[in-house]
């Protein structure tokens, strides 16, 4: 027993938000373990596991990877878990996930605490991403061969049709608060920080 409390932190927020640097520092601070699912899914795609070369054209295109792949996925990850204290960046992103990660969290007795929505408008998210591009290959890096700004706007379409009714979802729960997320990391941080009870 690691004697910890219980945390469980949803980012939710379109593609480029900045959700993957938020919940970064965020687990650092307050140790939590962050769960990227896109990091997972690229890292499978990196491997050229089964799984990778099922979903890479998925990913290539900016679609979402099925359901019944993510929902099994997380739920490995949390079914070794002590503590359950972790950052979700990038699940659920549709109802089912939702209502299917509510499921294992009611099992593990762990609920949702808290929901930040980090929104930014659309052209500054297709920027931002681009630009994401653009400064990894000028540092030699690998580029996500997601972040174009074709497939950022096929991204950016999917969330408003797919993961937009989350808010909803969350909000009716009590959970949701809206952050916004234009400004420095540093202060996008601090509203996030704000709104947690
Ligand atoms: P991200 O790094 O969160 O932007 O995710 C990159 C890509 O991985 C997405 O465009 C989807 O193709 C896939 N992906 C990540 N998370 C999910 C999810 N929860 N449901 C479905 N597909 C996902």
Do not use: C, W
Request: charge should be negative; hydrophobic fraction near 40%.
């Amino acid at each position: 027993m690691t004697g910890q409390k219980n945390k469980v932190v949803i980012f939710l927020g379109p593609p480029g938000a900045g959700k993957g640097t938020q919940a970064e520092r965020l687990a650092a601070e307050q140790n939590l373990l962050k769960i990227s699912t896109g990091d997972i899914l690229r890292d499978h795609v990196a491997r050229d596991t089964e799984l990778g070369r099922q979903v890479k054209p998925i990913l290539d295109e900016g679609k979402l990877v099925p359901d019944a792949i993510l929902i099994a996925l997380i739920r490995d990850r949390l079914a070794s878990m002590d503590a359950v204290r972790v950052i979700f960046d990038g699940f659920p992103r549709t109802l089912p996930q939702a209502e299917a990660l509510d499921v294992l969290l009611e099992e593990l007795g762990a609920p949702a605490n808290a929901v930040p929505l980090l929104e930014v408008p659309d052209q500054v998210l297709v920027d931002r991403i681009v630009e994401r591009g653009r400064q990894a290959a000028a540092r030699g890096e690998a580029v996500r061969s997601d972040d174009t700004e074709e497939t950022a706007r096929k991204r950016q379409r999917v969330y408003h049709e797919q993961t937009q009714p989350l808010i909803d979802y969350y909000a009716a729960r009590g959970h949701l608060y809206r952050v916004d997320g234009v400004g420095t990391p540093d202060e996008v941080y601090g509203r996030i920080l704000a709104g947690m009870k």
